[in-house]
């Protein structure tokens, strides 16, 4: 089964730092692209950041500049820093990868950043 298994949230202050990481299973780990999204509750889920099997990365517009995606494909961990975090970058965020049309979540980790 493939698994997806976040972490690395926590709380921290406007203008802070964290680094999120996302270990793989059950997959061919460098066969796929793979992704972080984020959720507020109550809201739609987002993509943040995407990074392909051959490592060209996408963003959305709110963290470009900020955050940085990227992968280790012999740990099979994707990675998410976060730089110059702002209050609304509070969510949970989930890994996420797409498997011959099969979309698989990780379980979420939460963010909150304080003001």
């Known amino acids: 089964d493939v698994q997806l298994q976040a972490s690395g949230g926590g709380l921290v202050q406007a203008g802070g730092s964290l680094r999120l990481s996302c270990v793989a299973s059950?997959?061919?780990?460098?066969?796929?692209?793979i992704g972080w999204f984020r959720q507020v509750s109550g809201k739609v889920r987002e993509a943040v950041a995407c990074?392909?099997?051959?490592?060209?990365?996408y963003y959305d517009d709110s963290v470009k500049g900020r955050f940085t995606i990227s992968r280790d494909n012999a740990r099979r961990t994707l990675y998410l820093q976060m730089n110059s975090l702002r209050p609304e970058d509070t969510a949970v965020y989930y890994c996420?990868?797409?498997?011959?049309?099969?979309?698989?979540w990780g379980q979420g980790t939460l963010v909150t950043v304080s003001s």
């Open positions: 996420y990868t797409s498997i011959r049309e099969r979309g698989y």
């Open positions: 059950g997959l061919s780990f460098d066969d796929y692209a």
């Open positions: 990074i392909t099997k051959d490592g060209a990365t």
